[in-house]
């Protein structure tokens, strides 16, 4: 079973808003608790600050015993448009993550036990209604403990350098095209690993969207990578339809935080 609740403070004619959310969910094989706080404020219609804050807890049941896993995260941006031109919408994001997963590890260690710092920036242009390109540069740096045969504790620490791009075209009033592509590098290793994934969009109805497409590459990372890893893919969800966003702010709120 599960249950969920929120809270979002929208005065009339304010340049500010913010939003509470919890979510507790109880299964067979796992328990989740999730609290999650965002806000933002518009300084004029082409300059926005926006932030979010969100803790994950988990518990995982297995066959011999009980596994927990917890995410702790804060994000800030600088939302930016230039004056008179809506079509360009520009992002500068910092995320901070402090995260335990043993179940399926981190960028480090197997342990899951890090520190992520990430610094972004992403550029969205839509010259056309039916168009639209976007494309990000990201730097990470990631922060952990080793404990190496002989039990002696290190810090250990690694740099990675992301691009990532996207496009997505109208070809009908029912149908698109949808493209991205992603590459990571990490600098110690010097190791790149990238995907690449075209997809068909379904519009059945105003508000809805299917898509269906085949994902290439070997791009596995918590921070950049999508679930589900290379081959076929399928997803259903909810179309965003407003194409006029009066503020910088009003266009990234619903982006803000993705892959």
């Not at 059945?204 to 290439?216: I, M, W």
Request: hydrophobic content about 40%; proline content about 4%.
């Amino acid at each position: 079973w599960s249950f969920g609740a929120g809270a979002e403070f929208l005065p009339a004619d304010a340049p500010y808003r913010a939003s509470a959310r919890g979510e507790y969910r109880d299964g067979d094989f796992a328990s989740t608790r999730l609290v999650s706080l965002a806000g933002d404020v518009s300084l004029n219609r082409s300059l926005a600050v926006l932030s979010r804050g969100e803790y994950v807890w988990t518990q995982q049941m297995l066959q011999n015993s009980d596994v927990a896993r917890w995410r702790t995260s804060a994000l800030l941006g600088v939302a930016f448009r230039p004056i008179g031109n809506d079509a360009l919408n520009v992002l500068t994001k910092f995320e901070w993550l402090s995260e335990n997963n043993p179940l399926s590890g981190g960028v480090l260690g197997a342990s899951g036990d890090e520190q992520r710092l990430i610094g972004a920036l992403e550029a969205i242009w839509a010259p056309v209604a039916w168009g639209e390109l976007g494309g990000r540069y990201a730097l990470r740096r990631t922060q952990a403990k080793g404990a190496p045969a002989d039990d002696v504790t290190q810090d250990l620490t690694s740099w990675a350098d992301y691009v990532g791009g996207r496009f997505d075209l109208a070809i009908r009033s029912w149908l698109g095209f949808r493209g991205e592509s992603r590459l990571l590098i990490e600098r110690t290793s010097h190791s790149q690993r990238w995907d690449l994934a075209p997809s068909l969009v379904f519009i059945p109805v105003d508000g809805l969207e299917a898509q269906f497409g085949y994902r290439f590459g070997d791009l596995r990372d918590p921070d950049f990578a999508v679930d589900g890893g290379a081959g076929l893919f399928a997803t259903f969800g909810v179309r965003l339809t407003e194409k006029v966003f009066p503020t910088s702010a009003d266009f990234w709120r619903s982006r803000f935080g993705k892959k």
